[in-house]
């Protein structure tokens, strides 16, 4: 069993950036696929974007497409997420997920098991 700790959240004016990282402790974490999701107060929980368990392959929400990445360092058992040209929309708890045994890093909550415990990002105008 893998457990997923993320920093790095925080306070930051539109137009700047901020790298969310997601520490994983346990012997499998090459064998999930990672991905990040967030929710604003009073909204479900959305899909960021995800990476395949070697990091050759990523998915993005088209809302951050171009402005956000997620990379993996399996040497370290980290996954992050470099967000920039940060925008007040982009202001929720992210948390970072992992998927088991999976090829393409999929997009869907309902497919990953594990969950980390959430950081704030808060964006002002």
């Known amino acids: 069993q893998v457990r997923l700790v993320e920093s790095g959240g925080g306070l930051v004016q539109a137009g700047g950036s901020l790298r969310l990282s997601c520490a994983a402790s346990g012997r499998t974490f090459t064998d999930y696929a990672m991905g990040w999701f967030r929710q604003a107060p009073g909204k479900e929980r959305e899909f960021v974007g995800a990476v395949s368990r070697a990091g050759a392959l990523t998915n993005y929400a088209d809302s951050v497409k171009g402005r956000f990445t997620v990379s993996r360092d399996n040497a370290k058992n980290t996954v992050y997420l470099q967000m920039n040209s940060l925008i007040p929309e982009d202001t929720a708890v992210y948390y970072c997920?992992?998927?088991?045994?999976?090829?393409?890093?999929?997009?869907?909550?309902?497919?990953?098991?594990?969950w980390g415990q959430g950081t704030q990002v808060t964006v002002s105008s």
């Open positions: 997920a992992g998927a088991p045994a999976r090829l393409a890093p999929p997009k869907t909550p309902e497919t990953y098991d594990i």
